[in-house]
């Protein structure tokens, strides 16, 4: 089959693109705005950039402007100029989904989801004191991209946190955190199992 994305139906009962682009990690972002009011709202429109220096990158879609959720975490970075990116794992599975309503801007979303705050280091903003690992942000641009209310927040990653837990061996335990990501339609899976493959010409 085929079609074009806003113009020709697809014909089917939701969506593909998303399933097709799939998985996809959540990034848990908590922020706190110029009146010190905290915001935790997880995106599934997320990933790295770079690793010299450390990059990272999320994407509010959807949300009418100035109304919903998402709205308020890029209006919090804009006033703050950082953020911190807090890692899902599967036992936090039930916390992120109470984080991602459509709340007002003066609801705490880490009261709402009983999850305990702490401190950063180099930033303001509160990060998950559950979560198995955060990234300290600081904002480097931000974005509007095609769309009504498509916009892109560009961190760099300048602290990081790891959780001694999610630790074996000097490595970050990917099986034993079980990351979540975010597949198409209501789906998530967890990271459970690894497998390797060593590009041409290394051993």
């Known amino acids: 089959m085929f079609y074009r994305p806003g113009q020709d139906a697809h014909g089917l009962p939701h969506n593909p693109f998303k399933a097709m682009v799939a998985p996809r990690p959540i990034g848990w972002i908590s922020a706190i705005d110029g009146d010190g009011r905290v ?3 997880p995106y599934s ?3 790295a950039l770079s690793d010299s220096p450390p990059m990272v990158m999320f994407s509010n879609t959807g949300a009418k402007p100035d109304r919903q959720r998402g709205k308020d975490s890029v209006s919090a970075i804009r006033e703050s100029g950082e ?3 807090n890692i899902v794992s599967y036992t936090l599975r039930d916390a ?3 984080t991602s309503g459509g709340y007002d801007a003066s609801v705490d979303e ?3 989801a009983g999850l305990e705050k702490a401190a950063c280091e180099l930033i303001s903003a509160p990060r998950v004191k559950a979560a198995p690992g955060n990234f300290e942000c600081k904002l480097w641009k931000i974005i509007d991209l095609p769309g009504e209310s498509n916009i892109m927040v560009i961190g760099e990653v300048i602290g990081i946190h790891i959780a001694e837990s999610a630790l074996t061996d000097g490595i970050f335990d990917l099986t034993k955190v079980q990351p979540l ?3 198409g339609y209501r789906d998530y899976a967890a990271v459970t199992e690894l497998f390797s ?3 041409p010409g290394q051993s």
Do not use: D
Request: proline fraction near 0%; aromatic fraction near 20%.
């Open 45 to 47: 429109f997320f990933n």
């Open 197 to 199: 493959l060593n590009r």
């Open 96 to 98: 992120m989904n109470a």
């Open 181 to 183: 990501s975010r597949l």
């Open 83 to 85: 953020f911190a990116v």
């Open 39 to 41: 915001n935790l709202a």
């Open 110 to 112: 880490f009261e709402t």
